[in-house]
């Protein structure tokens, strides 16, 4: 079985002052590093693409991951999954319950970790549905969540043109699983303070 991520980072970060937050340093290595590193955490042959910039990524984490663009530039996180998953060679020909699974996450939550990503690994797998958990405000975290492939090549199908698109749109009249995890484990950052506060988290000397 085929486990497959996608890594979002083409965002302009207008309300981050422009500062490409997949490279941002968190707890000594980049936001972005420190996903990639999860991945491999949860399922160490997985298919990494990113979509976007490799800034934050050394030589080395470069040369195990595949890269695409979205068409055009900053079209969105739904043109990015769009532009990954067009990339991806024709998933294997597994039945139903065994059909391969697409991660598709957003580059700038630190504080993903491994076992978060199999427990939706497995929740996808399990069910044939996508699988997700909730942010702190509790709505659903879109951008950390686990896809049957061939759902997720399905969806973007129907949807057609991504350009601008929400990611939402790939979720609906679908029933998500939801899988529990602590809020502060899928959250992202879009200000100085965000980042400050996860930054406390990860301190010896924090809360």
């Keep these: 079985m085929t486990v497959n991520a996608i890594i979002l980072t083409g965002g302009r970060s207008r309300r981050f002052d422009g500062v490409h937050k997949p490279g941002v340093e968190v ?11 999860s991945i491999r955490g949860a399922a160490a042959d997985t298919e990494v693409w990113v979509a976007g ?13 595949r890269f695409v663009r979205e068409e055009p530039e900053f079209a969105g996180p739904l043109a990015g999954i769009a532009a990954a998953v067009a990339a991806m060679p024709p998933e294997a020909d597994f039945p139903a319950e ?18 978060h990503l199999g427990v ?28 049957p492939t061939r ?22 009249g679908l029933e998500p699983v939801a899988v529990a995890v602590d809020p502060e ?6 200000t100085a303070a965000e980042l400050e506060a996860i930054r406390t988290r990860l301190s010896p000397d924090g809360p």
């Design 27 to 37: 707890g000594g290595r980049s936001t972005i590093s420190r996903i990639l590193q």
């Design 53 to 65: 910039p490799a800034d934050g990524l050394s030589a080395a984490e470069q040369k195990g991951v």
């Design 98 to 115: 065994m059909a391969d699974v697409t991660l598709v996450l957003a580059g700038d939550m630190p504080l993903i970790t491994a076992g």
């Design 120 to 147: 939706l690994i497995s929740a996808c797998r399990a069910t044939g549905r996508p699988a997700t958990g909730a942010d702190d405000r509790g709505k659903t975290q879109f951008l950390c969540a686990a896809w």
């Design 151 to 172: 759902l997720l090549r399905a969806r973007l199908t129907e949807i057609g043109d991504p350009t601008d698109g929400a990611v939402k749109l790939l979720f609906a």
């Design 185 to 190: 484990v899928v959250s992202d950052f879009d």
